[in-house]
């Protein structure tokens, strides 16, 4: 019974990944409402597709850094530079992007190749598993092996598609909603990545 540990863990992994607007979900909800739910399925198969892998190869670095500790706190201090750098980034577009251009319209006969394609584009995605699998890792909740990442990984495609699925399914409901916070997105992800930077190097400070 332990495997639906991780597939839990797994699950829930990506629901809080894939919760917040992003250029992902935001797809998934203009292609539902033009091209009907059923085409938004394929498109989340692609992303679905390429999430397994993501997570996979995040558990696996992940329980690399684990088994090195002493390569923790250089990790810690480019992370905190990376970090920084993202964050004035965010705020460069945010403030020099004055127009949106406006999506091409999806075939449906391409839903499921563009989801795959979209999906590899999220670079966010696998430092986000490496981060959070670490987090888990570090408080004895995840032991990493090629099994259990596998497991994992099963959770979090089933999560990522039962989420996509869901905002699919209310598009009409939350188009204008999910729209305005996503032209707020690069503001909201600066201040994020700015205050974890700045926390991150206040630790380093006074560890």
């Known amino acids: 019974m ?9 699950f829930g992994v990506a629901i809080l990944g894939s919760i917040t607007p992003s250029f992902l979900n935001l797809t998934v909800v203009k292609f539902s409402l033009r091209n009907g739910k059923k085409a938004a399925f394929y498109l989340i198969g692609g992303y679905a597709t ?4 993501q997570a996979n190869i995040g558990a696996y670095l992940s329980s690399i850094l684990m088994e090195n500790s002493e390569y923790i706190t250089l990790l810690q201090k480019i992370g905190t530079g990376i970090l920084l750098l993202l964050s004035i980034n965010f705020f460069r577009l945010y403030f020099t992007s004055k127009e949106k251009k406006v999506k091409e319209e999806i075939p449906k006969s391409k839903a499921y190749l563009h989801g ?3 999906s590899l584009l999220n670079t966010i995605a696998i430092p986000f598993y490496f981060t959070t699998i670490s987090i888990l890792i570090g408080v004895e909740y995840f032991e990493y092996s090629y099994l259990n990442g596998f497991y994992f990984s099963i959770g979090s495609t089933i999560g990522s ?3 996509y699925s869901l905002y699919a399914i209310i598009a009409k409901n939350i188009e204008h909603k999910l729209t305005f916070i996503a032209s707020k997105m690069d503001f909201i992800l600066g201040s994020l990545t700015g205050v974890v930077a700045v926390g ?3 630790f ?4």
């Open 2 to 10: 332990s495997f639906l540990i991780f597939i839990f863990l797994g």
């Open 50 to 53: 390429v999430l397994f892998f």
């Open 116 to 118: 795959i394609g979209m």
């Open 161 to 163: 598609f039962t989420l």
């Open 200 to 202: 991150n190097f206040v």
């Open 204 to 207: 380093l400070l006074y560890k």
